[in-house]
């Protein structure tokens, strides 16, 4: 994002009630703030009152959406189709302009909505001490992320399965593009409302995934257009998963975004080491969402979206979605493993053998994921050989390869960060004592130092992508 001013939106208001209930957010307690994203708030030109005026109390941004919406859609949850799906514990808050690019503030833990069935519409403090690190790690990996924007404790006693109870409580709001989801283009598929289908279409066209377009298939449309950037969009994000190491955890249709970013962080990991079968849910007992498996995962769910397309567009051929996938996917991928080595390309034939010399090294060491890509960041003045792994006759050859690629920012690696003897890493042991030292003692010292260090990374994997 640039330094332009942000404008309040309502655009959102353009698609009509038939996609959104209006709510009134929960009155909390009590108002903490824990967490705020200072790039942000400068961008906003928001201080501590207007924080806790907005997002805590959530009195409605002047000139934006006139009070909280929660959306409505359906999804595939592990590839089940449910229809009672919708905003069950957040909703849009407000829209900004900047130039012609639409931003959206979404919530996390505001109260209960009609679709919260049996669930009390809240947000543990856990889970937003989870999701404002995932975010800031991930974008300084270069991942194309939502972004917390800030979080408030909100003073309140809850009872959750998956947590010691009671638990303390938080409110929580995302900054992206959008909350339009695959499942929302599913909702109104499956209730045959064609004529909202192709609202929704227009205004993802006009506000979301807008032109110059390529068209990957066969058949030239305004449809098949728009479904290519989409799936441009959500191959090049699980490249850039795949490269960071992360697995989401939950990749149902209704946490896809149609904008292609990542967002929606509950059970996610990142790797501890390489492997395909590392699940990050505990509920995911087939390993359907593995780190493996994200890339035919998120194939699956495309499908599902053309399914919803083709009723726009009867002649679009979801047998073309695989092949230009597959093919996005692949080049994103050595495009990510040359930005993350920080080596400039030496071409498909090359980046690609690179790419399989890298995994066939890391599945045969189990090498730490990330300090893997930290040691062999192209100019660090540190020798990989720190390692026993390093030592293997794979890790060998991918150092004979790695060897004749050259230097792509001399200046990056000369950064601070890679003075350092290891990475700045988020494993689950690492979590876990950041959210101890706050549920045990309230002692935020060890989470805050952890935003810093993530902080200062910022810029040295690329920057995130804007639509």
Avoid at 96 to 121: A, H, I, N
Avoid at 418 to 430: H, N, Q, S, Y
Wanted: aromatic letters at 14%; a negative charge.
């Amino acid at each position: 994002m640039t330094n332009s001013s942000l404008l309040p939106s309502s655009t959102l208001l353009d698609l009509g009630p038939d996609f959104y209930d209006p709510v009134e957010a929960a009155k909390f307690p009590r108002l903490e703030l824990r967490y705020y994203n200072p790039s942000l708030c400068d961008q906003l030109r928001w201080g501590a009152s207007e924080l806790k005026t907005h997002l805590g109390e959530f009195q409605p941004v002047p000139g934006s959406l006139p009070q909280p919406l929660a959306l409505r859609y359906h999804g595939h949850q592990f590839q089940q189709y449910n229809p009672e799906l919708g905003d069950g514990r957040g909703f849009s808050f407000a829209q900004f302009k900047e130039g012609d690019v639409l931003w959206e503030l979404g919530t996390k833990g505001s109260g209960q909505t009609p679709y919260s069935r049996r669930g009390d519409g809240r947000l543990t403090l856990k889970g937003a001490v989870r999701e404002s690190l995932a975010t800031e790690l991930l974008e300084s990996l270069g991942v194309r992320t939502s972004r917390t924007l800030a979080f408030f404790e909100t003073g309140e006693e809850l009872q959750r399965n998956d947590e010691p109870s009671p638990t303390r409580s938080a409110v929580l709001t995302r900054f992206s593009h959008s909350h339009i989801r695959f499942g929302t283009f599913q909702r109104v598929t499956y209730l045959q409302q064609t004529a909202q289908l192709h609202k929704l279409f227009a205004y993802t066209r006009e506000h979301l995934v807008r032109p110059p377009f390529e068209n990957a298939f066969t058949q030239k449309g305004e449809v098949t257009e728009l479904f290519t950037q989409v799936i441009h969009r959500t191959a090049d994000l699980v490249a850039q998963w795949m490269m960071a190491g992360f697995v989401h955890g939950v990749l149902n249709t209704d946490n896809m975004n149609i904008t292609g970013e990542s967002f929606d962080y509950g059970p996610f990991r990142f790797l501890p080491h390489y492997d395909p079968t590392f699940t990050a849910a505990y509920f995911d007992q087939s390993g359907l969402y593995a780190y493996g498996e994200q890339p035919h995962a998120v194939l699956w769910n495309l499908h599902q979206l053309g399914f919803c397309l083709r009723v726009l567009e009867p002649q679009l051929n979801l047998e073309e979605i695989g092949p230009y996938y597959q093919n996005v996917l692949h080049a994103k991928a050595r495009a990510h493993l040359c930005r993350r080595l920080n080596i400039k390309s030496r071409g498909e034939d090359h980046d690609e053998a690179l790419l399989i010399a890298l995994f066939d090294f890391l599945a045969e060491s189990r090498a730490p994921f990330e300090r893997t890509f930290f040691d062999f960041y192209r100019g660090r003045n540190v020798s990989p050989d720190s390692l026993p792994a390093y030592q293997s006759a794979r890790a060998q050859e991918f150092m004979r390869q790695w060897n004749d690629y050259q230097i792509a920012n001399a200046n990056h690696a000369q950064d601070p960060y890679f003075t350092r003897t290891a990475p700045v890493t988020l494993l689950i042991d690492e979590i876990e004592a950041i959210w101890d030292a706050i549920r045990f003692r309230d002692d935020w010292g060890l989470y805050q130092y952890r935003i810093n260090e993530l902080r200062a990374m910022r810029g040295l994997y690329g920057h995130r992508g804007h639509a």
